[in-house]
């Protein structure tokens, strides 16, 4: 027997979670179907913490985005009474020559720069002098560019997701978990949705399956979206309370000129040990399927003697907790917001490139109304790249 819906949301990690819940309170019927049981550590929405900023050096088209989604975690947390979005400042460090590269832009500080005073963001250029006497726990060496902005921070990934789902739930949603879609099909005027014990229809779809969305969606996404296995680490500090959030402000810093050259890290967090530290590659594909959950001593040594070894005072190479985590990256690491060729009545949200959990709820949103009305306040247009 078929079951009939409004929208079926395919993948209910960040993008999912949100678009599911911004469609069930909006009275769709929806139907929410995951591989696994989210909030899980298996995707991209994991990790404990990830960071938001609002001049976002990506693009200025992404600034709506970010701060309507902090507009959303509040009426979140005002909603359930998590916490979900912590504001402990941000800065964002590289060369002073400007030979940087991160998610497919030069001189990410100036493009930062830029961006804030586009759209009066409020912000401040340290010296390394006075980075160091604010923030005693970063090392500069003295040839540096460093933004800082007051209204940065760090979102809970899992909180996130589950506070959402959650919602969605409360809303009148069927959240059908550990229930993979195996494939999505044009029928019609609809479409069609098949796992291993069901068969589903809708009028429309949402698909969010982020690293596994090539497999299930095939050509153009299979071939252009590349997967690529990341790392996290949590360091031992000599010192905790240099990293705590009031005198260590979540960070990218850029100290070369390719995309190896950058990390980005945390404060100390409630519940979580250590100081967390990540780095990004993009020259090695995985599968999600297939990929190394498992992070070796030898990835976190290198870590450190890169990123952490003489930028961070008293920062050991002692790792109290690693994880991996995959990207689905499209190329120039923009969006891709865009209908199915083969399933016209399927809009795809993915790949966010390894930036979106802090855009996540507003693309939720935008991604509903769209569904449902046909336009959404937020303009998607300058990540349809597929269409």
């Not at 996130?160 to 494939?183: H, I, K, N």
């Not at 996404?221 to 996290?232: E, V």
């Amino acid at each position: 027997m078929t079951t009939h819906f409004d929208v079926i949301v395919i993948g209910l990690g960040a993008v999912g979670s949100a678009a599911a819940w911004q469609l069930a309170r909006r009275g769709a019927r929806v139907l929410g179907l995951d591989r696994f049981s989210p909030p899980h550590d298996q995707g991209s929405s994991h990790g404990h913490t990830r960071i938001t900023r609002l001049a976002v050096g990506e693009g200025p088209e992404y600034v709506p985005l970010v701060m309507r989604s902090h507009q959303i975690w509040r009426e979140i947390e005002a909603a359930t009474g998590e916490s979900l979005l912590v504001q402990t400042g941000g800065l964002v460090i590289g060369p002073s020559d400007g030979r940087s590269s991160m998610h497919g832009q030069r001189d990410f500080v100036g493009q930062t720069l830029a961006v804030a005073r586009a759209h009066g963001i409020a912000h401040e250029e340290l010296s390394p002098q006075a980075l160091r006497d604010r923030f005693p726990a970063f090392l500069t060496r003295g040839d540096e560019r460093i933004y800082f902005e007051p209204e940065s921070g760090y979102l809970r990934p899992e909180a996130c997701v589950a506070a959402q789902l959650g919602l969605a739930r409360r809303s009148g949603a069927q959240l059908q978990m550990d229930e993979p879609a195996q494939t999505i099909s044009d029928a019609g005027h609809s479409v069609t949705v098949r796992t291993a014990s069901a068969t589903y229809q809708a009028a429309q779809a949402v698909v969010c399956a982020g690293a596994w969305l090539p497999g299930l969606m095939g050509p153009p996404f299979a071939g252009t979206l590349k997967a690529h296995r990341q790392t996290l680490f949590w360091f031992e500090p000599e010192d905790e309370s240099i990293y705590q959030a009031a005198r260590f402000p979540v960070f990218i810093w850029s100290h070369g000129p390719t995309a190896a050259d950058v990390s980005y890290g945390f404060p100390i967090a409630p519940g979580q040990g250590g100081v967390k530290v990540g780095a990004e590659q993009y020259d090695t594909e995985c599968t999600p399927d297939e990929m190394s959950r498992d992070v070796s001593a030898e990835e976190a040594a290198q870590v450190h003697a890169n990123h952490v070894q003489g930028r961070f005072r008293g920062l050991s190479a002692q790792v109290r907790h690693a994880a991996a985590c995959v990207y689905t990256v499209a190329p120039q690491s923009r969006f891709v917001v865009t209908r199915a060729r083969a399933v016209p009545q399927a809009v795809v949200v993915s790949a966010c490139s390894g930036h979106g959990f802090k855009h996540s709820a507003a693309l939720g949103e935008a991604v509903a109304e769209h569904s449902l009305e046909g336009r959404s306040a937020l303009s998607l247009a300058a990540f349809e790249l597929l269409s």
